[in-house]
């Protein structure tokens, strides 16, 4: 059970960053095309660099536990565990904290609200992520993959 809610953290902390990406039109699509956002054309990465041994996320209050509010409640320390990876989040309590934090460049990945994700997809501030390259994502929960508005596939 711990793998999966592994996997599922590292899936929503990438599917964060992509949501409402976009569709498989020509125009770019998705839900970002339709609030009338022009998408950037981002290029997914196609291969990974070393790792850097850490990952800085922007998160909601209780979406990045580690056992710090309540010892109940501990993801992230298995997480950094297996993977050796240390994970630092900085809690955004609003949408436009979320994007100003984002800009700066000292994070990797945020759980932001629909409208905070259009915004960041329309400044060119995040990129789309590789499945490919994300190791056991066919073991993530289906209903965190694939979904319209949130994949280029769909």
Partial sequence: MRR?????????????VIAACGDDNKDGGGAAAE???KVPDIPMQA?????????????WAGYVEDGSTDPKVDWVSDFEKETGCNVSVKVGNTSDEMITLMRTGR?????????????????????????????NYADIFAGLKDKPR???SS
């Fill in 4 to 16: 999966y809610i592994t996997l599922a953290f590292i899936a929503c902390a990438s599917m964060f």
């Fill in 35 to 37: 609030q009338g956002f």
């Fill in 47 to 59: 291969t990974l660099g070393a790792g850097e041994g850490k990952v800085n996320l922007v998160a």
């Fill in 107 to 135: 994070y990797d990945g945020v759980s932001a609200s629909g409208d905070a994700s259009l915004r960041l997809i329309a400044g060119g501030d995040v990129a789309p992520v590789n499945t490919d390259l994300v190791k």
């Fill in 150 to 152: 949130l994949s280029r």
